[in-house]
């Protein structure tokens, strides 16, 4: 069953979550605290798909599941772009070392939480269903109608631009970290999770997608410990 792959990537999240904190505790750092925060709910967002069908379109709870999990995706992955600046800056790369560059990752990731939480706000939600799974969407796409009578072409998508922003970002960073200091996990495991990114949604549901999101903020977690272990609160010459 589908609703149960999505239980299982939950779980997976879980423990990219504990073992993320794990580092922390042993290599604190403003970077790797930014790429945490957006794990944080990664595991609510699979539960609510996965439980999602098994309630129904009657009860309010997938509902309000689903209002907290966009909330907090919209609010929490922009973290990590600031996370992205945080990281390079400590890292020691010389373009990353003035305020005004940090200012203007702040400045991007605020403008996208408030983009995003605007069009959300304004947005209405539709039930959407893919095999035994049911979830709560702006857009009412054929492939997701919930039933003969769904209003098909209904709402207006959100598109991720944030999440496309942070996965070019992080090839970026993880290209320098790569021939800087030879370290290529982050610029491998980004560029495989693109892979499951760019599966279509049409015909697996988004599970492929949400398969690749612990594979891609685990890299990034990694990333800021082995930089923050490298060079603790000291970030060399760029």
Aim: glycine fraction near 10%; aromatic fraction near 14%.
């Amino acid at each position: 069953m589908l609703s149960l792959a999505f239980l299982v990537i939950a779980v997976i999240d879980m423990a990219v979550l504990v073992w993320a904190i794990g580092l922390y505790r042993k290599y604190p750092s403003t970077g790797l605290l930014l790429a945490i925060i957006p794990i944080t709910l990664l595991w609510f967002d699979n539960v609510t798909i996965g439980i999602g069908g098994y309630f129904g379109q009657e009860s309010d709870l997938p509902l309000n599941l689903n209002r907290v999990r966009f909330v907090a995706h919209y609010v929490a992955l922009p973290m990590s772009i600031i996370g992205v600046g945080a990281i390079a800056r400590q890292a020691g790369f010389a373009w990353a070392q003035p305020k005004i560059v940090m200012g203007a990752f702040c400045v991007l990731a605020t403008w996208f939480i408030g983009h995003d939480l605007w069009l959300f706000y304004n947005a209405d939600l539709y039930p959407s269903c893919f095999a035994d799974t049911l979830r709560y969407t702006t857009h009412v796409a054929e492939y997701t109608a919930c039933g003969e009578d769904a209003p098909i072409g209904a709402g207006t998508p959100i598109f991720p631009y944030p999440a496309i922003t942070l996965s070019i970002m992080l090839i970026a960073l993880g290209i320098m970290l790569w021939v800087r200091f030879n370290w290529k996990w982050l610029t491998l495991c980004s560029v495989f999770a693109l892979g499951f990114f760019g599966v279509p949604y049409a015909s697996t549901g988004g599970i492929f997608s949400n398969a690749g999101e612990p594979i891609i903020t685990g890299a990034m977690v990694a990333a800021a410990a082995y930089v923050s272990k490298r060079f603790g609160n000291h970030a060399s010459a760029g």
